[in-house]
């Protein structure tokens, strides 16, 4: 086997990698990083819009309070205390000098209102990439920095078994054709982005998991998590499903944006489940996170309804609804759109959906209940309820506003989108210390190693919360603290 030696080695090009690489480069300490693909990345650069962030200098002209002690109380509370607080004390009083940190890497943020109608009034504490393409462009260029002062990245290059005795002595890593090499190294960083791309544990965790739409870093398979478990790594946690947002299917999707299909589901109109009963206010659409968790909640999958005639009004009229996704997609300082329509191509695009199956016709009610094998009787009766609801423009039971109470389902031809929780990666994965070191049951740390970003148990206790930016900010400063530590540790 090949040999390769270096002082650090950096398991993924994502947000936690790229960021834990460039401190190991500030620092002038040798590395290579791998990454699994073929160039650097990760949802980090793929997906992420910003990062949370608290005492930004940014946040601080603009003269925002909201600051540790609000951060600190208010995650602890909102995670019901099943959080790793010292964890999440070293995170949050770090974020805010990550804001520098990103700017200094060529990936600059501004600190805006939250994308979420939901969140629009809670404090200032999103930054927002300034301008996602150049995002894009920006991380492919660091890998050429990196290499410039001597050390290396390995694209298309996977980790996936240690050497390891009473300390690290090399980690395994294999190419695409499967050819391994051996690294010998002092530490190991884990930035492989937890285990949404491994269908087994998926599954072991989720029941829903075949319903489930996977927007998230698909090379993502548990590497960073399995093998730190194999030195005895503590890794008892809930699950946490990164659930935000639904969608029809990867190719109807928002990150497409390019179907009225999708520009539909992102509206509070009529939802039922798969037992044909409404679930929830619609306007739910409007948190991520809680839409998402929503759809969790019904097994992964439901129903968008609508008929003929509210088709028909989209695709000639100016409805007063907002897009739930419009304000991710503006730009820094772009004033968002806050209705949708007219939608010319709304008819075309359902069609399209109806043979490719993301949207299923029925020429009646009946017709639609045998073709998504649904009891006609519920399916009826929410209807019913449904209607009355609009027309009175009072929902008795899940309380929607009266101004979003505005189309009925007639029979007749009725459409039904069929809309899946949308997951971005995972949350739960190894118990680490405030250093990341991973940990065992009674504490100690497995000496060595480090585990960050999305695969580290801490700071959520069963889903995403509704902190903008929460997981991609944690995942920079996590990558930080551990090459800090590591860098630390090799003096
Ligand atoms: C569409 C989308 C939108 C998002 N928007 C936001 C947002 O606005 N705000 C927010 O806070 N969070 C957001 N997130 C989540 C955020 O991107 C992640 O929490 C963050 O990127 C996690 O960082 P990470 O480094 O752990 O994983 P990633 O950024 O996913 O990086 C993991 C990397 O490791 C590589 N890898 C995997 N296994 C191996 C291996 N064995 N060897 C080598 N390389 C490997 C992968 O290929 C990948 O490049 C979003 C995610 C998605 C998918």
């Not at 600190?111 to 990439?129: G, I, M, T």
């Not at 029979?411 to 250093?435: F, K, M, Q, S, W």
Request: net charge negative; charged share 20%.
């Amino acid at each position: 086997m090949k040999t390769l030696t270096t002082s650090v080695v950096v398991v993924g090009s994502g947000s936690a990698g790229i960021s834990a690489s460039f401190d190991l480069y500030q620092r002038h300490v040798p590395f290579i990083l791998l990454e699994r693909g073929d160039k650097v990345g990760g949802a980090g650069k793929f997906g992420a819009h910003g990062v949370f962030a608290i005492n930004s200098k940014q946040q601080q002209a603009q003269g925002v309070t909201y600051g540790y002690r609000e951060a600190f109380q208010g995650f602890t509370d909102y995670n019901h205390y099943f959080v790793n607080g010292e964890l999440l004390a070293r995170f949050l009083k770090a974020s805010g000098e990550n804001v520098d940190r990103l700017a200094a890497m060529g990936l600059p943020v501004t600190v805006e209102p939250s994308e979420q109608k939901a969140h629009l009034h809670d404090p200032l504490v999103y930054h927002k990439f300034n301008n996602f393409k150049e995002k894009m462009a920006n991380w492919d260029a660091l890998p050429a920095k990196f290499v410039a002062a001597g050390n290396q990245v390995l694209t298309e290059t996977a980790a996936v078994d240690l050497d390891y005795d009473d300390g690290l002595k090399a980690v395994i890593v294999a190419d695409k054709n499967g050819e391994q090499t051996r690294i010998e190294a002092q530490k190991v960083i884990f930035a492989d982005g937890g285990y949404c791309g491994d269908a087994t544990m998926m599954a072991a965790k989720y029941a829903d998991s075949a319903e489930l739409l996977n927007l998230g870093e698909r090379k993502a398979d548990g590497t960073g998590i399995k093998l730190a478990k194999q030195l005895g790594a503590d890794t008892t946690h809930h699950p946490v499903l990164f659930a935000h947002g639904c969608a029809p299917s990867r190719n109807i999707n928002p990150m497409r944006r390019d179907s009225s299909v999708e520009t539909l589901t992102n509206l509070p109109l009529l939802w039922v489940d798969q037992t044909a009963n409404r679930f929830v206010n619609e306007d739910v659409v409007y948190d991520f996170a809680m839409w998402a968790n929503a759809a969790h909640n019904v097994n992964g999958k439901y129903y968008v309804l609508v008929d003929q005639a509210t088709l028909d009004k989209f695709k000639t009229s100016e409805v007063p609804l907002e897009d739930t996704f419009e304000r991710q997609f503006c730009e820094v300082g772009e004033t968002p759109k806050t209705t949708v329509g007219p939608l010319p191509n709304i008819q075309a695009d359902f069609d399209a959906a109806v043979t490719t199956g993301e949207v299923v016709k029925g020429t009646d009610l009946a017709d639609l209940a045998r073709q998504l094998q649904l009891p006609l009787t519920a399916l009826q009766r929410s209807l019913a309820a449904y209607n009355q609801a609009v027309a009175t423009k009072t929902d008795e039971v899940f309380l929607k506003a009266a101004d979003e109470l505005l189309f009925d389902v007639q029979d007749g031809p009725v459409y039904a989108i069929v809309e899946h929780c949308a997951i971005l990666g995972t949350l739960d994965g190894v118990n680490v210390n405030r250093n990341c070191e991973p940990v065992t049951k009674a504490g100690a740390p497995i000496k060595d190693l480090y585990v960050v970003g999305n695969n580290v148990n801490g700071l959520y206790s069963d889903g995403y919360p509704s902190y903008e930016g929460i997981a991609n900010g944690f995942a920079f400063v996590s990558g930080w603290i551990a090459a800090k530590e590591a860098a630390q540790s090799l003096k």
